[in-house]
């Protein structure tokens, strides 16, 4: 199936009412909703990701396109689960312990869902057992930690020390990111990537994975 154009622009600005009545049209023509999703849908976030970076679009308007993407998954989840669509991974994300900011994981969390990830959310103030618990119960190939406050980013050391001390560390990539993260500190902590928005944060779960 080649690209839907207007499905594509939809989601590109963000139009939430078109995007759901372009998926409503395809799924009563019994169109392929895997492969509108999967040629259409996560190729548009990519770009939304991509302009963000280029500084061609700024948050507002990437949280617009996000929530329409959502709003898409939304209609179209159902039917996926019924064909047993595979997701192209599994992250793991909160806002450490003691940081209760959560617009910038949520954003993350749109994003990463909007590549075609599944998203396991934790939410926020979210203690180092609670990630070891999540690693456990779910078995995402990612955790994805966020600070927006110095003072909680030592979490993230004690969260990576939990998951050694519990076993499972081998077992996920671990991302992290927020306001006062930087690469430096990325690699001083031994995480595996660090992201600093949420269009870079989806671009990292993409190489992770080893996906384009």
Do not use: C, W
Not at 53 to 73: D, F, H, K, T, W
Not at 146 to 153: F, K, P, Q, V, Y
Not at 191 to 209: E, H, I, K, P, V
Request: aromatic share 4%; no cysteine.
């Amino acid at each position: 199936m080649a690209r839907n154009e207007e499905l594509y622009l939809a989601i590109l600005k963000g139009d939430r009412a078109n995007v759901q009545a372009i998926l409503q049209n395809a799924i009563n023509l019994n169109q392929d909703v895997n492969e509108l999703l999967e040629e259409t849908m996560i190729p548009a976030m990519r770009e939304v990701g991509e302009r963000f970076a280029r500084n061609e679009i700024y948050v507002p308007e990437m949280l617009i396109s996000a929530r329409a993407m959502q709003a898409g998954l939304t209609l179209i989840e159902p039917i996926l689960a019924k064909s047993n669509h595979k997701a192209r991974g599994k992250i793991a994300i909160g806002t450490v312990k003691g940081d209760l900011h959560d617009i910038g994981k949520n954003l993350v969390s749109m994003m990463v869902e909007g590549s075609g990830f599944e998203v396991i959310d934790l939410g926020t103030d979210v203690p180092p057992q609670k990630f070891v618990d999540a690693v456990k119960e779910h078995q995402p190939d990612i955790v994805g930690m966020s600070a927006l406050l110095t003072t909680t980013t030592k979490s993230m050391p004690a969260t990576l020390a939990a998951l050694t001390e519990a076993g499972v560390r081998d077992q996920v990539k671990v991302i992290i990111g927020g306001a006062p993260i930087t690469d430096d500190f990325a690699v001083k902590i031994g995480a595996d990537g660090f992201a600093a928005d949420a269009g870079s944060a989806a671009r990292a779960a993409r190489a992770l994975m080893g996906l384009a």
